[in-house]
């Protein structure tokens, strides 16, 4: 089983849709989870970050951990075509101190 | 500006040459990292460093290499040995201890070998 598990869609909703981007992850080890962003052929450029377990909101980003599932989410509000990027999920945790990602979610925000 | 800088954005190579990425970053940052980026795979990890003159194998590390000679400087030597070199190389930087989860990426190298 992966460390970190995420489904690389692709997804397409209509803008201004509420976007649930989702990983799972199957160590239950004391950690942190990140959402990155990644533009095509570009970077990867952190968007958020949570500890093991709660919610953090940033803007129109909601970023969820459910410890119970070991599932990981991210929320985009009132979701714009400049949303349209693949999302990656990562898991860091202490001890080792690199990031484990996901294989990233195509998500295209339609006009 | 502070940042991460990879140079070229783009590096055409012939089967069996060696090739070296640069990632130069000035951040003053102790940790960089260089990872491979494939079409459905996410990121990979091959190699990384905590501190000058010091860098551990990561996950796919076979047939690459790289040097830490300089706190800004971490080159990766992709050889002739790495069997699909083709890939989007990415660097990456971040501090020690309780910052090393924030991890901040350069703008990549996309690598073609023929």
């Known amino acids: 089983q992966k460390e970190v598990e995420q489904d690389p869609g692709p997804l397409s909703v209509p803008e201004g849709a509420i976007v649930s981007l989702n990983c799972t992850y199957s160590?239950?080890?004391?950690?942190?989870f990140m959402w990155y962003r990644q533009y095509s052929r570009k970077g990867p450029e952190l968007l958020m970050y949570t500890y093991s377990s709660g919610n953090k909101e940033d803007g129109r980003f909601t970023a969820q951990v459910d410890k119970s599932s070991k599932y990981i989410s991210l929320f985009i509000r009132d979701s714009q075509p400049s949303d349209s990027a693949t999302y990656l999920c990562a898991r860091y945790s202490f001890g080792n101190e690199k990031l484990t990602f996901g294989t990233g979610t195509r998500l295209t925000i339609i006009p | 500006d502070g940042g991460i800088t990879q140079s070229p954005k783009y590096l055409f190579r012939k089967e069996g040459q060696n090739v070296t990425l640069s990632c130069e970053q000035n951040?003053?940052?102790?940790?960089m990292y260089w990872y491979r980026q494939d079409p459905g795979q996410g990121l990979r990890l091959i190699y990384y460093?905590?501190?000058?003159?010091?860098?551990q194998k990561g996950d796919i590390a076979e047939g690459y290499s790289v040097s830490r000679e300089k706190k800004e400087s971490f080159p990766l030597t992709v050889t002739s040995a790495q069997k699909n070199p083709t890939a989007f190389y990415l660097c990456?930087?971040?501090?020690?201890?309780?910052?090393?989860?924030?991890?901040?990426f350069g703008p990549g190298t996309r690598l073609t070998v023929t």
């Open positions: 160590n239950s080890a004391f950690q942190y």
């Open positions: 460093s905590q501190i000058v003159n010091d860098f």
């Open positions: 951040l003053n940052h102790d940790a």
């Open positions: 990456a930087s971040s501090g020690r201890g309780s910052g090393a989860y924030e991890q901040y």
